[in-house]
């Protein structure tokens, strides 16, 4: 008698879930700093998670954010993100009490919090954090920071140079 089925089921099976697996990992980005790029040199990213309200997630799906000029601070041992503006999901429908660019509260690791903190807080150091996008993971809502170091102006006008350049080569080879 042989078990031909049973081990063709199961084989089935555990794809179907390394399937599911590889699609909850995949990030579905929900908004992006697009400046960030040209403005500051990212030196690292790090993924953290973010504290909001019900009424702020349901903005964020409908994309009702941006995170022009935010940056994020550390303060009595916890770090915040500033200036990100997030539209009521419904103009008449949300709290009384509602601030579209309140603090919110960047969820991470002590161990990373404190590292970070070092690294910013020198005086010398000239490293700052920014969040450069923000999205969807395992049905969480994530937020991506970059330790960040401001560009000069000709270091602007080296990286418009070079977008041109790569733009014309692409030109030229289609």
Not at 24 to 44: G, V
Not at 70 to 95: C, D, R, V, W
Not at 125 to 149: C, D, F, M, Q
């Amino acid at each position: 008698m042989r078990n031909f089925g049973i081990i063709d089921r199961s084989r089935a099976f555990n794809r179907h879930w390394r399937d599911m697996i590889l699609l909850n990992q995949m990030k579905k980005t929900l908004i992006q700093n697009r400046k960030a790029h040209f403005n500051y040199e990212i030196q690292r990213e790090i993924e953290a998670g973010i504290e909001l309200s019900g009424f702020e997630v349901k903005a964020l799906k409908a994309g009702k954010a941006s995170l022009e000029g935010s940056y994020i601070i550390i303060k009595t041992g916890e770090m915040f993100l500033l200036h990100m503006n997030i539209s009521p999901y419904q103009a008449n429908n949300h709290p009384a009490d509602f601030v579209p660019d309140r603090e919110r509260r960047i969820l991470i690791s002590k161990k990373e919090r404190i590292e970070l903190d070092k690294l910013v807080g020198t005086k010398n150091s000239g490293l700052t954090l920014i969040p450069l996008s923000v999205y969807l993971k395992n049905n969480r809502i994530k937020i991506e920071v970059g330790l960040a170091k401001g560009k000069k102006k000709f270091d602007k006008r080296e990286s418009i140079k070079k977008r041109e350049a790569n733009r014309d080569i692409k030109r030229e080879i289609h």
